[in-house]
């Protein structure tokens, strides 16, 4: 319960609620939201609550009622704590009512106990003083959660706290419990079919609790006595009347013998009489000629007992004589208006006689436009204006047209509008063939009862100034945005279309960019239409392009990258023993054959023969292809590269003694490193082929302990399956693809050819401990047996495999990818810690205790807690020729428990994006057939073994390079 209320709390931080007062009353709303009430329902208590405590009349509106509202299903959760109801914190109230449809307790059971308590906890909290509490319970009264929701209901009665229950759509059974509890704890019931009857509930509750009284003359409640307030002539009030405007909180205490009664109300003193009006004339009636200036209007102005700034308005109006439009009554009307929204008016009228001649005035602003077909209709009118005139005599009218066909068949016609006439002219013209515009003179001349004449005319043009229609398509949101992998977003832009009343040939642009729309973005598309005639339509749609894809350890993908492979080996009986083997799973899960390109490579640095120990090569690699049938899951042991068939691993350091001395200071022999699989055709070619997935296993057969993790998989998202990707040669200044070509040989991890790779990765880990002190070991995973001694791992620590997703696998290679791995690492308590860092070639494993970065903070000692995660990046840095480089890994942790048992546990690392949101690139080169040459027959069993270095450089110093292996 407790952490429900301040999670919402929290979340409602930017209401006011803090203040130096006390508050009278306490209200909370608890909303049910369980899946027996309709969206309606839930609607009308949203919008009911609101109602109720938004309205002047009903709540005071200066802090002295808080409101809180609880929603309830399964479970109930606090969306607004108690806040003072001000117009301040209306908006944000609101704003917390309507999370209430979408809430995560939407649906599901219904726990009526769960809300009444939740609601009581906060009533009954220190910071919660008042005994005019209120609980608003809204449900249709059903409870299907084990309880005792009437046990709440007389809790909440023996609290002093009133439950008021409003049923929506409330079944029998449910209608009589809400009515119970209403009346065990002195509250009301009602029913809401709407929100009016949530907001008529509210009002019955709160009539006991508020009591209103109208303002004296002094704007306050005057000669109230504590006897109007409580009906017994012995109570005392605290404080004593007369009080102020607005609310003040009310202790009511009634002798009653031994067994006084003390109790709260909220008076709230309102202004119920209307201003007094100061300079409103005497009802009179002014005549005069018309054309004579007018009287001046008096200023009237108006005083309140409680407003010293009363609203005033005024509002005049006229009158005619039906029989004699010359004649007509102009009057006036004031009112004032307090702040509570009392009123008084006076009003004022003039009479106004007119004798003069006919006027003539030509209606709209003579700017006849086209219609649809090129047509204009015209409706041409002119207003003749006179007192007494006769609109079936004295009126005539002439039309004339240039630049336009006139449509024989106007009509004339005369009609009275008022105290005025209407001389009408009807037809249409036709605009000319390349013209825009038309000329029309219209003629008038009036005549009225007494002989006074008038004519006049008027020149217009009628223009073609009708927009194109244009009709835009809808809003669109894509997976990828350039429109050489989504010709779809051409079709959708050239899918606006325009029609015109006059041209038939309309010009249709659009503004959108020339090679597509970046990832992560919406843009507004305007599409313009242009007749040529200046007239000009736009609309307006928006293309949204999802966030860039990365590769992850979730989807099956064209391209996988294992990033760890170790084969250890340990001296048993004078001999090296393999102890540790990685198996590798790959799966084909598409019903049709394909080939895949393996390449394993070395992944620790090369050494010299020294100390008797023989040379190693380093960073090199295995170049292997494999054929998968449709359908087909196949593994492979990495030391012996069976049943499949590939090259073993230990083909990239194949002297004697196996492998070299461990670099974490063990004393047994490993070979570790990391290995990359991508979907080819017969050409080794790559392909989209996004059905390749995999799992790889390290199994220790020493220690009895085994972990698996799966592959970084990265998918095609451009071309057909099973065809050659694009690799883009051109982008826009928003990373836009604009022009692509097929490469052979070269994996982009770019969001265009491949998935992007990830910016960062996250990781998670227990601190390393080395064993020492009481209790022994790390401190995490600890715990105190039946006999109280603490008992935890004898030893524990992280081993983290980092590497570049990049890799120059040519012939002609410019060597391995360098970059270093900058750590920012967090403890427990939130605190930051950087400078941990370390340069990365090629590949990198390192248990996170032997981490040589000063500081190492993924030791105990230094972090401080017992877990941490950390955010690593690959970055540049020139002194060990690291370039920034997206990097992928995985990590696993490593136990030993007292008496020397063994367990691991690994885990893939997660992707994220960088502080910018952006992720980041990355590639992979290597040699294919030459253009021309003949396709594999053999699918490619024949491993070849290279060095990961530039051309000239020795794979191991002082000893020759790797030959090539073949099968046996």
Not at 661 to 677: E, F, H, I, M, Q
Request: charged share 20%.
């Amino acid at each position: 319960m407790f952490q429900r209320v301040c999670l919402a709390m929290t979340a409602l931080v930017a209401l006011s609620v803090g203040s130096a007062r006390a508050w009278a009353t306490d209200i909370i709303f608890c909303l049910d939201i369980s899946g027996s009430i309709t969206a309606a329902d839930v609607q009308i208590e949203v919008n009911g609550v609101f109602g109720c405590m938004s309205d002047p009349q009903l709540i005071p509106q200066d802090g002295a009622v808080r409101l809180g509202v609880i929603v309830f299903g399964t479970d109930a959760a606090v969306i607004l704590p108690l806040t003072p109801i001000t117009p301040g914190n209306l908006p944000g109230i609101q704003a917390a009512l309507n999370t209430a449809p979408t809430h995560p307790l939407r649906g599901g059971t219904t726990d009526i106990q769960d809300a009444l308590d939740l609601a009581r906890q906060i009533l009954n909290a220190p910071e919660s003083p008042n005994d005019d509490d209120i609980i608003f319970l809204i449900s249709d009264g059903v409870d299907n959660e084990p309880g005792d929701e009437v046990a709440s209901c007389t809790g909440a009665a023996a609290e002093g706290i009133r439950i008021c229950a409003i049923g929506v759509s409330p079944t029998t059974s449910g209608r009589s419990y809400m009515q119970a509890c209403s009346a065990a704890t002195g509250g009301s019931y009602g029913e809401a079919p709407n929100v009016a009857g949530v907001e008529a509930v509210c009002r019955a509750c709160l009539a006991d609790v508020i009591i209103y009284i109208c303002a004296d003359a002094n704007c306050t409640s005057g000669s109230t006595t504590c006897f109007d307030l409580s009906g017994d002539a012995t109570a005392n009030c605290t404080p004593p009347g007369p009080y102020p405007l607005g609310s003040t909180q009310v202790i009511i205490t009634i002798p009653n013998g031994e067994f006084p009664e003390s109790f709260t109300r909220l008076v709230v003193v309102r202004d119920c009489t209307p201003p007094t009006l100061i300079g409103c004339p005497d009802p009179a009636t002014v005549t005069i000629e018309c054309g004579d200036p007018l009287p001046a209007i008096p200023t009237v102005t108006a005083e309140d007992n409680c407003d010293d700034d009363v609203f005033m308005t005024a509002i005049s109006g006229i009158r005619r004589d039906p029989d004699c439009p010359n004649n007509y009554d102009e009057f006036y009307t004031w009112t004032g208006t307090d702040d509570a929204g009392n009123s008084a008016s006076c009003s004022y009228l003039i009479e106004v006689r007119d004798t003069q001649p006919p006027d003539i005035s030509f209606g709209g602003t003579f700017e006849a436009t086209y219609d649809e077909n090129c047509i204009s209709r015209l409706d041409l009118t002119a207003r003749v204006t006179d007192c007494g005139i006769d609109c079936g005599t004295g009126l005539t009218g002439v039309i004339s047209v240039t630049g336009g066909t006139f449509v024989p068949g106007y009509v004339f016609d005369v009609t009275p509008d008022g105290d005025d006439c209407v001389v009408r002219f009807i037809g249409s013209i036709r605009g000319n063939p390349g013209a825009c515009f038309a000329d029309v003179t219209f003629f008038v001349s009036a005549r009225d009862l007494c002989g006074n004449s008038f004519f006049d005319s008027r020149a217009f043009r009628i223009v073609d100034d009708t927009p194109p229609v244009l009709t835009c398509p809808g809003d669109i949101t894509v997976d990828r945005g350039d429109f050489i992998c989504n010709p779809d977003l051409l079709d959708w832009l050239n899918s606006a279309t325009a029609t015109d009343n006059c041209r038939s040939n309309i010009s249709i642009t659009n503004d959108a960019p020339e090679c597509g729309f970046a990832y992560g973005t919406t843009t507004t598309v305007t599409w313009t239409a242009d007749d040529g005639c200046g007239n000009i339509s736009r609309c307006s749609a928006n293309v949204t392009v999802r966030n860039a894809p990365t590769g992850v350890i979730d989807q099956k993908g064209s391209l996988l990258q294992y990033s760890k492979i170790e084969l250890r080996w340990r001296q048993i009986g004078g001999q090296w023993r393999l102890i540790q083997d990685t198996f590798i799973e790959l799966t084909n899960d598409y019903p049709a054959p394909v080939s895949v390109q393996l390449y394993f490579i070395n992944g620790d640095p090369q050494t010299a023969p020294a100390g008797g120990e023989r040379g190693h090569p380093g960073c090199n690699k295995a170049d292997n292809i494999i054929h998968l049938t449709q359908n087909e899951p196949t593994w492979w042991s990495s030391a012996t590269g069976l049943p499949k068939g590939v090259v073993p691993f230990h083909a990239l350091d194949s002297g004697n003694p196996p492998g070299r001395p461990d670099p974490d200071g063990s004393a047994d022999r490993v070979l570790r490193g990391y290995l990359l699989a991508w979907a080819v055709d017969a050409f080794d070619r790559e392909i989209r082929w996004n059905h390749l997935s995999g799992k790889a296993t390290v199994l220790n057969y020493a220690d009895a302990t085994a972990w698996e993790y799966a592959p970084w998989a990265f998918q095609i998202r451009c071309g057909d399956h099973g065809a050659q990707p694009l690799d883009c040669i051109e982008y826009d200044a928003n990373g836009v693809c604009c022009l692509a070509e097929v490469r052979p040989g070269r994996l982009d991890m770019d969001g265009f050819q491949y998935d992007y790779a990830p910016a960062v990765l996250l990781g998670q880990f227990f601190a390393s401990n080395p064993p020492q002190g009481n209790p022994p070991g790390p401190s995490a995973l600890s715990q105190r047996n039946a006999a109280g001694v603490i008992v935890a791992p004898a030893d524990l620590d992280t081993e983290l495999v980092l590497h570049p997703a990049s890799a120059d696998l040519r012939q002609e290679t410019t060597g391995p990818v360098k970059t270093k791995a900058k750590f920012n690492i967090w403890n427990e308590n939130e605190v930051q810690f950087s400078n941990t860092e370390y340069c990365i070639s090629c590949w990198d494993q390192r248990l996170l205790s032997r981490v040589t970065a000063i500081p190492n903070h993924f030791l105990r000692s230094n972090l401080q807690t017992d877990a941490g995660k950390y955010r690593v990046d690959g970055v540049s840095h020139p002194p060990c020729q690291a370039i920034n480089a997206a990097i992928l890994g995985v990590q696993a942790t490593h136990l030993t428990f007292q008496g020397g048992t063994k367990s691991s546990a690994g885990g893939n690392l997660v992707g994220q994006s960088d502080a910018n949101g952006r992720e980041e690139s990355a590639t992979i080169q290597y040699d294919v057939l030459r253009s021309g040459g003949e396709a594999r027959t053999d699918r490619g069993l024949t491993p070849k073994i290279e060095a990961l270095r530039p051309a000239g450089e020795s794979n191991v110093a002082d000893e020759p390079a790797a030959e090539s292996l073949r099968k046996p």
